[in-house]
DNA sequence: CCGAATTTGTCCGTATGTATA
DNA sequence: TTATACATACGGACAAATTCG
């Protein structure tokens, strides 16, 4: 019944996965632990270890001290979206990045934001509005709030020739995040942007990010009519 | 200038870490190789090599063998987005799950879902439309194509009781995907169905999936309006 | 074009720490 | 409390990939 092959980390995980996929070992169930495994593959426990735990960063296997491995009940999928620059986005897309500042002003920032920036009522932030085009043509529109309390040197920054998207993952690498993906009917305001009808439903991106539990900017990204974000399962 | 305490992999990667993020290590920069790191911080190679590969698989490092270790360019960030079944997103959500079939019949997919269901002209899959509500009211609209070539089991399940969503995962676990979300105005359909008004935009998910090169299905899911797809970075 | 040197990738066997049933 | 199973450490070794002379 043994192949015996798998003197490899990756050969043992895809046995394993194999076993997993015929049912086998099926879903709930606890799988022999790390030191019979290696007994029955040949190899050291060590290799054992890297695959299992590979395979349960995958969500594959769920591991527990002393409880031991069993196979995920739902081999609940996730998505990865990546997140590149707004330059690389575009250029991506074949076409020519172009940037320009719509605004750039210190005020009290709505609640909703001044929330998420975790300030104090009545202070004030750095809010930028801005226009990234391709080829020309405007691609996304990004309204930004920065805590100046947090990157003080944002105040100094000359968000004209850069965008804040560029001069932040410079000036703040690292940030953790969480983002939202909604739908907005466009404003007068967009509908004149990117020349669609009031109303009609646009691509909306908020970004919040923060380092060390310190708040340091919210986004929102409006996409041009048609856009799609795509992602690898 | 060593601080001399970082016997665990994990510390060895804070350290890293800072080291970048105070630019001592510069975006492009070579590092120093596993080897010498591992005398500098008195650690085996191997939590040398574990810390770093940790951090090239976060995108933070660029490896390659003879090349050595370069601190990446651009903090390209990824956000992970979950794909729970929807069952559980709409129980995530406080709501009672309901779900009910609205279509099912085999039939010839227009050339779009043919393409990516790798399927010969004129050959015939399974289409269903389903509604999947939270608290009774509709929550998302499922319009699926099942690849019958490649599950054939599909034709003989009974979709009226379990969802396809919920089948398939336990049918064809491991299953390879790609996600795309992007707005769609609501035509009359969807507006009767979740009450807004058509034209309105509509957050849509299209997720194609396969196994070993082989399509199994393409779905796509119309979410109620003001639905927000949340995401960790 | 072809070795040689370098660097990462991975394996082994053993040992110890640690959460937990 | 204790035994179990995972988490991780060490040092040594070889393999594989890639750069460089």
Redesign the pocket.
Known sequence: MSLAQP??????RAEVQRRIRTHQWAPGDP?P???DLAVEF??????V??A??DL?QAGVLE???????RVAVNPAGRAVLRIPLIRDEIAEAGLAYGYRLLGSRTACPPDPVRDRLDLAPGTQALHLTALHSGDGAPFVAEDRWINTATVPDASRADFTVQSANEWLVRAMPFAEGRIEISVVAAGSEMAAIFGCDPGAGLLRVERQTWRDGRQITVVALTYRPGHRLVSQL
Do not use: F, P
């Open positions: 003197a490899t980390w990756q050969g043992v799988i632990n790390e030191a040949g190899c050291a426990r060590a290799t270890n890297r299992l735990r349960a591991r527990k001290r002393k409880a031991g491995t």
